[in-house]
């Protein structure tokens, strides 16, 4: 395994001073839960690492174009820090082979779970910023991101379900839609979160998906569909 380390390492150009905290973080729940209380799983680090990248990509962005509103900003760090795209980097740097797994989560595919090895980056990039500073952290992301950074910022993207919605009904009704979680289900790693959107004239509409955010834009779409028909009436 330490020759697999010394690649990742090469990879993502930073060597650890403390290579305890890369282990760490490549560490699950499940893997530290099978084995006993002094074994530490990465989900602080995961939360660390998450707010480093949310920065630095930001201020990439920021000054790579310059002439874009915050609304088109958040559109293109949400593609690019999105789950999917977390996973494919993981998966590119191996990650997914080094991940230390619960027998159980093991079985059920945990290894290849999008979820997983998006969080597993994001701890990585928690424990370079301990083991290095932020700047540490910054030329990491720089390294990983280098083909990945938008080349252009499109202003004529189609805008989502939930501002469009929130556009529709303040025309219509000259208010805006609610939004409640009404509940969530299932394992920590695949929970199905339940929103309901509520309309301004009393319609309420529920829907569902893998984060709270999937599930409003999920509702609000429903909630466009049904005034489209009801138009048309």
């Not at 609610?178 to 695949?190: C, D, F, M, Q, R």
Request: charged share 25%; glycine share 6%; proline share 3%.
């Amino acid at each position: 395994m330490t020759h697999d380390l010394d690649t990742l390492q090469n990879s993502i150009s930073h060597q650890f001073k403390d290579v305890a905290l890369l282990e760490t973080a490549l560490t699950h729940s499940s893997f530290a839960n099978e084995n006993g209380e002094d074994t530490e799983d990465n989900e602080r680090l995961e939360f660390l690492g998450d707010a480093v990248l949310e920065l630095s990509s930001s201020e990439v962005l920021f000054a790579k174009f310059p002439q874009a509103p915050e609304g088109q900003l958040t559109r293109l760090r949400a593609q690019l820090v999105s789950e999917p795209a977390l996973a494919e980097v993981a998966r590119e740097l191996h990650i997914n082979e080094l991940l230390m797994l619960g027998k159980g989560e093991e079985r059920q595919g945990g290894r290849e779970r999008n979820s997983l090895l998006s969080d597993a980056f994001e701890a990585i990039l928690g424990a370079v910023f301990l083991d290095g500073g932020y700047s540490a952290a910054q030329h990491v992301i720089g390294t990983v991101f280098e083909s990945r950074w938008p080349e252009h910022c499109d202003v004529t993207r189609v805008k989502d379900s939930k501002s469009k919605l929130q556009e529709l009904t303040q025309k219509l009704f000259r208010e805006r839609p609610v939004y409640t979680l009404k509940s969530s289900a299932g394992p920590e790693h695949a929970k199905i979160f339940s929103v309901e959107v509520s309309l301004p004239d009393g319609t309420a509409l529920v829907a569902e998906g893998s984060s709270v955010k999937k599930a409003e834009q999920n509702s609000a779409l429903n909630a466009l569909n049904y005034l489209k028909e009801k138009k048309k009436k």
